[in-house]
């Protein structure tokens, strides 16, 4: 049983991920099919929304690496949104906050993309 | 605790150590740095000592002291050596699509110590959380 899950909302154009659980080495798959959906339904627009994800290793971290070029190569983004301390703590440690879109809020992030 | 080399059980990891750091009285944000180096140590294990193969065994026992907590990793695959390990450049990974070498970068950085020894065909890996004057 794993205990990291994957919701698809949407806003406009704009595909949301509510991320929930713990991602790690295990659950890291799930998220990586949740992008390649993504990219299959031609949404390269994407906020991920951290409030309900408790924990993350750097097999997350390296699914976000793996597929942020493409995505924007393709005229979208991955921004990062309200996430826990704890959370955000682990992608600041690897210095994501230089890579990426990290806001408080998911309505920060949708307005970013709307800028 | 012995696990199967399966990254199915990093989760019941991440929860033993978190047990074993919180009955040694040890703050709420270095029972997480724990989780995070340990998780990160065993993914390492799995992934390139054994190459994901799920078979073998890794052994992890928490040593709590008067001053410090160290976690001991025990594995029988391929040893590491850290100093071939360089730290990791994030723009070139996002360009290269891959990100190898940020959890021992995240261990690195979270840990006072850390230590890789080899002896005969075990491999150890501790890792070393010194209490501070405020635990």
Known sequence: ?115 | MTIPSSTRYLEDVREFVTKKARSAEFSESVVEQLKIAVDEACTNVIKHAYDGEGEHVIDIAVIISRDKLVVRLRDRGRSFDPNTYSEPNLIQFAKSRKAGGLGVHIINRLMDRVEYRTQGDVNECRLVKYRTGTE
Do not use: W
């Not at chain 1, 154009?13 to 390649?36: P, R, V």
């Not at chain 1, 983004?77 to 440690?93: E, G, H, M, R, T």
């Open chain 1, 1 to 115: 049983m794993s205990n990291f899950s994957v919701g698809f909302r949407n806003n406009g154009n704009i595909q949301i991920l509510d991320l929930k659980g713990e991602l790690d080495a295990h659950t890291a798959s799930e998220l990586e099919a949740a992008i390649q959906k993504c990219q299959g339904g031609s949404s390269f627009r994407i906020i991920i929304n951290g409030s309900s994800l408790a924990y993350i290793s750097s097999a997350g971290l390296g699914v976000f690496m793996a597929y942020i070029e493409e995505i924007r190569e393709k005229g979208g983004d991955i921004k990062i949104a309200a996430l826990q301390s704890k959370v955000f703590n682990v992608f600041d440690l690897l210095g994501f906050p230089m890579l990426f879109d990290i806001m408080e809020s998911e309505d920060e992030a949708i307005a970013k993309f709307n800028e």
